[in-house]
Nanobody, 126 residues
Framework: QVQLVESGGGLVQAGESLRLSCSCA??????????VGWFRQLLGKERESVAA????????YYADSVKGRFTISRDNAKNMVYLQMNSLQPEDTAVYYC?????????????????WGQGTQVTVSS
């Protein structure tokens, strides 16, 4: 079992930045073997893929709505995956989740991920 924990959410104004972090809280487990995806969801709406990175770090995916503003990266030495979010807009407001898939690619498909965190709220005011 892989327990994921997101952090870094908060309330910011439009144009500002946040960096979300995804870590593995399971003792003895490392994220280095897992593809990690970031998803977001508004209450009553479907979960939307934001970005993803393959287990090797060699491939990334970005939704069109965040290209050029968000960057996904991984630091295997720290067992962390990050989502740097710049130029945030009110439409980026959502709960953000990270998810992991063993030996996975940079997939935008939620069902390809086996493990999910509890989410972190990002609120962008205009």
């Amino acid at each position: 079992q892989v327990q994921l924990v997101e952090s870094g959410g908060g309330l910011v104004q439009a144009g500002e930045s946040l960096r979300l972090s995804c870590s593995c809280a399971t003792s003895g487990r490392t994220l280095s073997r897992y593809a990690v995806g970031w998803f977001r969801q508004l209450l009553g709406k479907e979960r939307e893929s934001v970005a993803a990175i393959s287990w090797s770090g060699g491939t990334t995916y970005y939704a069109d709505s965040v290209k050029g503003r968000f960057t996904i990266s991984r630091d295997n030495a720290k067992n962390m995956v990050y989502l740097q979010m710049n130029s945030l807009q009110p439409e980026d407001t959502a709960v953000y989740y990270c998810a992991a898939a063993l030996w996975g690619g940079a997939s935008r498909v939620p069902r390809e991920y086996s493990y999910w965190g509890q989410g972190t709220q990002v609120t962008v005011s205009s």
